[in-house]
Structures are given as structure tokens and as C-alpha cells.
């Protein structure tokens, strides 16, 4: 644990050796580090920042040779990423421009015959100046003695792409504003149709606008995060971010952490905004998420009081806030209406409540009132007290949760989207007994309608049964016709023929009681999951597949066939099925005991699993997967292994659960690439996270990491334990300065199972090596575990997500590895 103040210098070597390379190998061309007064650089030549990683010079997109830019772009990967462009709209048709630096500090771009075709915005001085290419990749003009004053540079005057150490906002003194437009197209930097600014007249807001349409918010700053990008706080995260919200100043800023890839942030000609991450192996630019991510996020998409929401990929639903209704059925972005109008202003006193509509990206923020020195009760009253006050949260979310201060929306409210992780918004709604003034409405005119209505609904039921009838029918039919199909395909499971039980809907509504809250075990990312009696008193567990889970038919087949052919101890068995319209239900077995992470992360259930109960499970969870991996004669890849995927029955036998996202490899195959990086992040391999590549060994690195779980009692989620960035660089570190122990969970009295623990903690080592071909299969891993003989191999450090932190943490051989390095991917169906 000594401290290692000296692993940063080394790491631009280890992690730009491609950098410096060809940084040497181009050197002819490159004139010096800095250019004085009436020096020059022209078509041909670059100027090279000192440590090689930026390239300034000439270029042409490619397939538009004529045209001559100059820019700077990432030296590795030349002038593809182009990150900045000086005469993006004045092109030179030749190779004769010149770049000169003229008295004043002016940058001047000349053509060939002499004339200016782009200049720097300078106001000038009468100091001898310089230019140079800073390290950052930011293009300075400074007065020449040390320390001198910086007049210009290329980071004030950004083109469509953000780097680390750029700010991007707005000076409110000065007036000054950094902002990204788009390219015309991937090969014209002219400036196209896109801009990102920072809207700064309520709370700060990422808007991208084309022309004068707004198209994508990031959502109000909440204090931590934009408030529709939540995963900006995310542990997993490439850099961090520095915001600046003071009266004088907005800005936002990446701020690289020391070691970590290069990054950008574009904003590309569709309008997108993309963070792409530079893999020095591999030598390539990968995506990370892009914004806007789906149809939710276009700007109002479900009109004023409306509520977006993706559950139904990938089509977005619009809902309006209770006690509203839509404005034009046929039309959802056309908004929604209250149902009861407002009391306010009507000399009573104000009888409104609010309601609250949980988890959303805050509605725009541009005509609202922001008042920050209050508490949201305040906040409540005074919106009560204000007839225009439509809605109201709290503007800041630091500190216990509840939320301080108080942005007031009036008028409407629009562009609500609901989000994982997402902020409380307070809705207000009219006296609730107003109702009193519509039910002459009813009587008069409702009435007679709606008896005429259910004339037609009922003559309208009855072609509906017949026709959900037939559907039923098909369902069962394609249904039959897969399993089927499995099990009559070669090379399988033995047990042909399944017979796999189809249970009504009706059964199963009375079963849990019409899916009552009561009846509800869970939640999952694929819907709910209910208790239920069947039949004469078999305890059930049925999961009901959101509708629009994102779990479509071939997933739910998939599930089904899987483990209705799968029997093993340590997997979860499946009963039976329903397909009833849109609706998919599985039928479980029931396990009394809830699953892991209900034991292994409470501070009271945790007392209840004792050393060989634990060890138990592992074993257990060991042998299940050596089933799937192996033993049942197919290649089953869960894919999704996490501890509340892993059930625990009433002697506490684990049994793995959650088949929705597995995969079965056939024949020969090792190993599958997906687009759709589906799983669970802390548990997802660095391989399948970052490249979508996934095989057994992805399996085993999930497995390591509930070993770790289990053992500690620590989330793999949870940063900063005890200095330390996450539970694998914790364990880690315990593990080489020979205090592994250390990493068991206080709640278990260690003297006696000290040889056992130890094993598992370096078996979790071994199964979360970075390199998947390291990783052990499961089958040795079971010989590890139960056979106290077989030797252990000794595991090398995990660094792609264990983020060696900041201050001395890792032994070290830390600094011979890639610090700092934390991912974001694009998760789905999560
Ligand atoms: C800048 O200063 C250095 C040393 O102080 C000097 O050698 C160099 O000639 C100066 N350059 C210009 C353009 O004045
Ligand atoms: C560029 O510099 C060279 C000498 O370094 C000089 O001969 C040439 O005239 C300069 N060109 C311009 C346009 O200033
Ligand atoms: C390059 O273009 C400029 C401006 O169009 C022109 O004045 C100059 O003569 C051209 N140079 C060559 C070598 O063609
Ligand atoms: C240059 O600066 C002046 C004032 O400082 C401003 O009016 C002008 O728009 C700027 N030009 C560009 C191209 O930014
Ligand atoms: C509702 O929307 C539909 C489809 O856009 C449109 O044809 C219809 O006129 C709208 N109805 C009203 C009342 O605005
Ligand atoms: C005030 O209430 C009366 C009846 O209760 C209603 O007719 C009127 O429209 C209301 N005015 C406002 C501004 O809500
Ligand atoms: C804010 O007010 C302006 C002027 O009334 C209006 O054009 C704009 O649509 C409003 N913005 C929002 C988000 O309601
Ligand atoms: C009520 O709210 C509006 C807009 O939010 C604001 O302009 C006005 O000053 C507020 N009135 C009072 C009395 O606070």
C-alpha cells in the first residue's frame, strides 16, 4: 500500500508507444515545436505536439482531394479524426496554402496567390508572440516569456468535436461561448446543420438544435448530472466531468483521468452525439453511446403533459400524467390535457395537490424559475402559491436525496421521458372533488353515449374471443412447433418430447390473485414476477414479461426451450407457459428464500449465510454453469450471471435462473460477437463489455465476480470502498500484499475456514483476468473448489475495470498496466 506518486510519468509511454513511433518514423516532415513571429508552416509540413500525440497540418477529406483544410487531428490515427479545422468553410483548391504567425499573434491562413482564406480571432499585442500544439492538442498563440499570456487558442474556437481539457459553455461575463457544429457531411467540415450549445437561462442544459429547432436536451444539471444522462455518474466512466455553474460562468468540461484512452466527444452530421475511445492495441476509435439513444429523447416527443417512455422498444408510448388525457388520441405528440382545471386564481384558497411522476428526465427548463436557497417544501408552497406554477422538483439533488432548491415550471411542461435512474417531478393537479362539476356532464351527455357504447362492446367482445381464440391457438402452435424443433434436432438433450405445460391465463390471474402487489416477489429487467398456488397447492413463481419488455417472441421461446431441456440441481426449473395475446408468463418453481443479493448485501440477512453455506453455494453455482457449459451436451453462454440471477432454495441450494438472454453455441463453436452488448455492467467481461464478444470464459468472469460478492459481501457496483475504485482492485490489492482475509465479510467468524476462503478468493482472481483465455473453464474451476489438492494457478492483476484510482492503491508492478482505465458501453434491454 505504499504510495506510488511516481506511476504517472511512465504512462504516456505505455500508453501512446504507437504515438511516439510514428511520431519518429515522420519526424522529416515536421518542423520545430513551436513556431516564432513570421514563421510558417506549409502544405507538407506539420507541427507535432511534444509528445507526439496531435498533429497539426494540411489535409483533404478523403474522396475530396482537391479540397485543402488545415486541422489537427490524433497523430495515430491521422487525419480520419480530425478534431479541429481552421478554414472550414474558405477550402484551398491547392497544395500552396501556407500557415503563418504574423506580428500581433495573428494566425493567418494563405493561398497561394497571398490572400487570407482564415485567420485566428485575435485582438493582437504588441509582445513578441508563439504558437504552439500543446500536449492536450489544444493550439495556443502566446506572448513569448514564460508564463506568458495566452491570446489565442484553438479550444476557444471548437469545431465539432470536444477533448478532454476543452471547456464547453458559456462565460456570462465576457460573453465569450463554446459550442460544436456539425459538419455538412463525414467528408465536408463545412459547417453543417447542428449545433450543441449550453442553454443558460434557467438551469444548464446541453441543447442540440437544428437551425431553430431544438432536437436533444440532456436535461437540466441536477447537481450531478444532466438530468436525462444519468449514467454520467456512473461508476463505469471514462473521464470525469468538471462543471462550472456560477453566476459568472456555465461550463462543462471532460477532464481525462490520468492514464486513461483518449476520447472525443463529436457532434457528427446527423446531429448525434457519439464518444469515441482510442484503443492503442487495436488501433481503433470505438463508440460509446450516443445521444440522443432512442425516440424518447427527441425534443417533446409526446407534447406538453406528456410522458415518454421506451419500455415498448422500439416504438416509444406516450402516456399523460394522471389526471390528464390525451389532447387527439390519434395523435400522442400532440400532448394532453388536465381533466380537472386549476382552482388557483379563483379567490379560494388553493385547494390543488401534486402529483409525483417518478423517475424522468426533468421537463425544459427554459421559461422556468429556478430558485436554489430553498428547501422543496418550500418549493411546494411556493408553487402552490403561484397561480402560474404548473409543476415544480427540487433544481439540486446533492446531498441526502431529497433534493434542495426549486425550479418552477409554468404554462406546460415538456419533454418528460422516463429513464433509469431518473429525478421526481411534482405535478399540479386541481381540487380532487371538483369532479363534482362533471357529473352533470355525465349524466347528460355520457350516458346515453355509453350505453350505445357497450351495445357495440358487447356484439365487439365476442368477435375479439374468437379472434384471441385463434391467436391463442397459433401461439400454442409456434410455440409447440420450437420446442418441437429443438428437440428433435441432433446432437441434443436426450429426453425427447417435452411436454411442456400450456396454463391458461385465467388460471394464472386467479393463481396470484389478478397479479396483485401482494403477490409480487420481484422485479426484473424483463418484467415482474409473481407467488402463486396452482392447482392443489403447488407454490409457483410466474414471471410476467412486461409487454414490452424488450423480450420479444424469439427471446421467450428461447427461454422456454432452454430450460424446459435443462435439468440440473442448480438451475431453476421451469413448470410450465402462457402466451395470452400480447402477454408472456413462465411458470417457476418456487424458491422460498428469494435470491443471493437479498443475503450476501444486507447487513441483517447476511448473518444467515454462514462459511459452508457459502462455500455451498459457490459449489453450487460452479456445477450448475459446468452444466451449461458442458455438461448438457450443448453450449449454453447465460450471458447474464449476477447475484440476483442466482436463487436459493429452501436448503439454501443455489439455482441459476434468468435463461433470457442466454445463447447456445452448437458444434464446434468457441466464441460469438453480438451488436447488442446486452447484461449487467460490473459483471459483463471487458471482452464482451467493449467488443460484444462473448464465450463460456464470459461465464466464468460473471462467476469470479459473484465469488468475490459472496465472499465479501461487497457489490462489484460499489466505488470508492476504502479508497479503492471497485471490489476487484480492493480484493486485488489484499490479495498481493498477502492480506486476502481482509476481503471476508465481517459478519463471518474467519478462524475456521481459512484455507477454504483463500482458495475461493484466488479462483474469483482467476476467473476475472482480463485476457479470457487466462480464465479457467468451469470444469477446472469445479476441480479447484472441490478438491482442496489441485493446485491454483496464480491470477494476473484485472485492470480493465479495476481503475487503479488515484492515490497509491495497487502493489507496484500497478504502474506496468493501463491505470485509470474505466469503460461506459451501450447497454440494452437494462
Ligand atoms: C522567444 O523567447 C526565446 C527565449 O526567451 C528566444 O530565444 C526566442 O527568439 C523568442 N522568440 C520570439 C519570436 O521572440
Ligand atoms: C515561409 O517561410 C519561408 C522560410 O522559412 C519563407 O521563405 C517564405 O517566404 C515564408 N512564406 C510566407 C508566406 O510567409
Ligand atoms: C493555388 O490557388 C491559388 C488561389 O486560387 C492561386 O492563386 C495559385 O496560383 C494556385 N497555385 C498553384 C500552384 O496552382
Ligand atoms: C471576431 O471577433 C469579433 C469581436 O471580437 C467578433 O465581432 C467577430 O464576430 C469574430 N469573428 C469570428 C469569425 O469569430
Ligand atoms: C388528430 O390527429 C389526426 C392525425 O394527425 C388528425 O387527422 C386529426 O385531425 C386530429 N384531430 C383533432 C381533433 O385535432
Ligand atoms: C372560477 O370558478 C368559476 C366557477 O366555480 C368558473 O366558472 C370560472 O371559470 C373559474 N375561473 C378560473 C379563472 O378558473
Ligand atoms: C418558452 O416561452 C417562449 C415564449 O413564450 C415559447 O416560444 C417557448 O416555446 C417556451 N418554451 C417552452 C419549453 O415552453
Ligand atoms: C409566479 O411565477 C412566474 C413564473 O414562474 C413568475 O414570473 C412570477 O414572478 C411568480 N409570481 C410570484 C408572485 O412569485
Redesign the pocket.
Known amino acids: 500500500m505504499a504510495a506510488t506518486t511516481t506511476k504517472f510519468p511512465n504512462l504516456p509511454l505505455l500508453i501512446f508507444p504507437i504515438l511516439l513511433l510514428s511520431h519518429r518514423a515522420s519526424s522529416a516532415g515536421i518542423v520545430s515545436k513551436t513556431l516564432n513571429n513570421g514563421a510558417n508552416i506549409t502544405d507538407g509540413e506539420t507541427l507535432v505536439s511534444p509528445g507526439g500525440s496531435f498533429t497539426l497540418g494540411f489535409f483533404s477529406p478523403s474522396g475530396v482531394p482537391t479540397k485543402r483544410y488545415l486541422g489537427i487531428w490524433f497523430t495515430a490515427s491521422g487525419a480520419a479524426s480530425v478534431y479541429w479545422v481552421a478554414n472550414r468553410d474558405t477550402p484551398?483548391?491547392?497544395?500552396?496554402g501556407v500557415l503563418v504567425v504574423t506580428a500581433g499573434g495573428i494566425l493567418r491562413l494563405l493561398?497561394?496567390?497571398g490572400?487570407t482564406a482564415w485567420s485566428s480571432n485575435t485582438t493582437g499585442t504588441s509582445a513578441s508572440t508563439v504558437a504552439q500544439l500543446l500536449d492536450s492538442g489544444n493550439l495556443v498563440v502566446r506572448e513569448n516569456s514564460s508564463g506568458g499570456r495566452v491570446v489565442w487558442q484553438s479550444f476557444d474556437d471548437p469545431s465539432n468535436t470536444m477533448l478532454a481539457g476543452m471547456k464547453f459553455g458559456k462565460n456570462l461575463k465576457t460573453g465569450a461561448e463554446w459550442s460544436l457544429t456539425s459538419w455538412r457531411s463525414a467528408n465536408d467540415p463545412a459547417t453543417g446543420g447542428y449545433r450543441r450549445v449550453m442553454d443558460t437561462k434557467s438551469l444548464p442544459d446541453i441543447v442540440t438544435w437544428q437551425g431553430s429547432v431544438k432536437k436533444y436536451r440532456s436535461g437540466p444539471w441536477n447537481g450531478r448530472w444532466f438530468s436525462g444522462v444519468p449514467d454520467m455518474d456512473s461508476d463505469f466512466k471514462l473521464f470525469s466531468v468538471q462543471m462550472v455553474d456560477d453566476p459568472g460562468e456555465v461550463t462543462y468540461a471532460l477532464d481525462a483521468t490520468a492514464g486513461a484512452p483518449s476520447a472525443r466527444v463529436v457532434l457528427d452530421e446527423v446531429g448525434k452525439v457519439r464518444v469515441l475511445v482510442w484503443f492503442p492495441t487495436s488501433k481503433v476509435w470505438r463508440p460509446y453511446p450516443w445521444l440522443p439513444r432512442d425516440a424518447c429523447d427527441e425534443y417533446a416527443s409526446c407534447g406538453a403533459f406528456g410522458l415518454c417512455s421506451v419500455d415498448a422498444a422500439p416504438t416509444p408510448s406516450c402516456s399523460c400524467v394522471q389526471e390528464f388525457s390525451p389532447v387527439n388520441q390519434s395523435q400522442l405528440s400532440s400532448g394532453c390535457r388536465r381533466d380537472v382545471q386549476l382552482e388557483c386564481g379563483n379567490g379560494t384558497a388553493a385547494t390543488d395537490r401534486f402529483t409525483v411522476v417518478r423517475g424522468v428526465k426533468l421537463p425544459d427548463t427554459e421559461n422556468a424559475t429556478v430558485d436554489r436557497g430553498v428547501t422543496l417544501e418550500q418549493c411546494r408552497a411556493r408553487c402552490l402559491a403561484n397561480c402560474s406554477c404548473v409543476a415544480y422538483a427540487p433544481a439540486d439533488i446533492r446531498g441526502d436525496g431529497s433534493g434542495n432548491g426549486c425550479v418552477m415550471w409554468k404554462d406546460n411542461i415538456i419533454d418528460v421521458r422516463y429513464i433509469d435512474n431518473g429525478q421526481d417531478l411534482y405535478v399540479r393537479l386541481g381540487k380532487s372533488e371538483s369532479a363534482t362539476g362533471k357529473r352533470n356532464i355525465v349524466a347528460k351527455i355520457l350516458l346515453p353515449v355509453m350505453a350505445f357504447v357497450l351495445v357495440l362492446a358487447a356484439a365487439g367482445m365476442y368477435l375479439v374471443w374468437i379472434c384471441k381464440f385463434r391467436a391463442k391457438r397459433r401461439n400454442r402452435d409456434i410455440l409447440k412447433k420450437a420446442i418441437l424443433g429443438y428437440s428433435n434436432a441432433p446432437n441434443e438433450l436426450g429426453d425427447e418430447n417435452i411436454e411442456l405445460p400450456f396454463v391458461s391465463f385465467g388460471e394464472i390471474a386467479a393463481a396470484t390473485n389478478n397479479f396483485s402487489e401482494n403477490n409480487m416477489l420481484g422485479q426484473g429487467g424483463f418484467g415482474k414476477v409473481y407467488k402463486g398456488t396452482l392447482g392443489q397447492n403447488i407454490e409457483v413463481a410466474i414471471k410476467r414479461l412486461g409487454q414490452g419488455s424488450g423480450q420479444g417472441v424469439e427471446e421467450f421461446i428461447n427461454e422456454v426451450v432452454l430450460i424446459a431441456k435443462l435439468q440440473h440441481r442448480n438451475l431453476v426449473r421451469l413448470l410450465g407457459c402462457c402466451i395470452h395475446g400480447d402477454e408472456k408468463l413462465l411458470i417457476y418453481e418456487y424458491l422460498p428464500n428469494k435470491s443471493l443479493d437479498f443475503f450476501i448485501f444486507d447487513a441483517a440477512n447476511k448473518y444467515l449465510l454462514d462459511w459452508p453455506t457459502r462455500f455451498k453455494i459457490i459449489k453450487g453455482i460452479s456445477r450448475g454453469l459446468l452444466y451449461l457449459h458442458q455438461d448438457s451436451r450443448l453450449t449454453i453462454i447465460h450471458r447474464d450471471l449476477k447475484p440476483s440471477n442466482i436463487l436459493l432454495d429452501a436448503d439454501m441450494s443455489p439455482k441459476i435462473s434468468d435463461f433470457g438472454m442466454a445463447r447456445i453455441f452448437g458444434g464446434n463453436q468457441q466464441e460469438a460477437n453480438t451488436n447488442r452488448v446486452v447484461g449487467t455492467y460490473g459483471y459483463m467481461s471487458p471482452e464482451y463489455a467493449m467488443e460484444g464478444a462473448f464465450s463460456v470464459k464470459s461465464d466464468t468472469y460473471g462467476f469470479g465476480v459473484i465469488v468475490l460478492e459472496i465472499i465479501s459481501g461487497l457489490k462489484i457496483t460499489l466505488t470508492n470502498y476504502k479508497g479503492f475504485p471497485n471490489i476487484l482492485s480492493y480484493a486485488w490489492s489484499l490479495w498481493v500484499d498477502g492480506k486476502a482475509m481482509d476481503l471476508v465479510d465481517s459478519s463471518l467468524a474467519k478462524s475456521c475456514f481459512q484455507t477454504e476462503a483463500l482458495r475461493c478468493i484466488q479462483i474469483g482472481l482467476l476467473c476475472v483476468q482480463d485476457n479470457p483465455n487466462y480464465r479457467p473453464l468451469m470444469s477446472s474451476v469445479v476441480t479447484m473448489l472441490e478438491n482442496e489438492t489441485t493446485p491454483l494457478e496464480v491470477p494476473k492483476q484485472p485492470v480493465y475495470f479495476s481503475y487503479a484510482g488515484t492515490q497509491g492503491t495497487a502493489g507496484e508492478n500497478a504502474s506496468s498496466s493501463i491505470n485509470d482505465m474505466t469503460l461506459t458501453t451501450v447497454l440494452e434491454g437494462r
Do not use: M, V
Not at 484551398?92 to 500552396?96: I, K, M, Q, T, V
Open positions: 484551398l483548391n491547392n497544395n500552396s493561398d497561394g496567390s490572400q
